[in-house]
């Protein structure tokens, strides 16, 4: 990761596709950055005693006097100490998100007037289902520039559109 990238992405970009075929339709909505890196991590020290919970993956392959080519900074007891301060807490926050997604079918003319109606579609949509990223371990969102915001919802849809 180069460190002239900054937490405002230098490229950001979408893409809409639309598909109809047959009575069927589809639309795919991609988001997505790159060349963006912020804190990851709270920087905070490693005190189990007054914090609690704790990320393991921090711990996993950290620097101990045991393992000294460990991954990871040691943790610190005080802000002084362990990754606070450093270039570790910084991450890659380039991602590809598939925000929209809707696969929908349109029943024909002929079968609606039958129930006097004009028009039916019966279609499934979801939002947020899945995102490429690199940051999945530490259950942040590469959107977001700090771990204490809640993850965007993945929502999913059952519909019908009915015209008289």
């Not at 900054?6 to 950055?33: C, H, R």
């Not at 991450?91 to 003319?109: A, H």
């Not at 499934?124 to 919802?153: A, C, R, Y």
Request: some cysteine; proline content about 7%.
């Amino acid at each position: 990761m180069r460190q002239d990238w900054t937490a405002t992405p230098e490229i950001v970009f979408g893409l809409n596709m639309n598909f109809d075929y047959k009575g069927f339709d589809l639309s795919l909505n991609w988001q997505g950055q790159s060349r963006a890196k912020a804190p990851g991590l709270q920087t905070f020290n490693f005190d189990p005693v007054q914090w609690g919970n704790f990320n393991p993956w921090l711990l996993e392959d950290g620097w101990t006097p045991d393992n000294p080519d460990g991954s990871k900074p040691r943790p610190g007891l005080t802000s002084t100490e362990g990754f606070n301060g450093t270039e570790f807490i910084y991450f890659d926050r380039t991602y590809l998100r598939l925000k929209n997604i809707q696969l929908g079918y349109t029943l024909p003319r002929n079968v609606v007037s039958k129930i006097r109606v004009d028009g039916c579609r019966v279609y499934l949509s979801g939002t947020n289902l899945f995102s490429i990223d690199k940051l999945k371990d530490l259950g942040v969102d590469p959107e977001q520039i700090t771990q204490n915001t809640v993850p965007p919802e993945r929502i999913i849809n059952l519909g019908l559109t009915l015209t008289f």
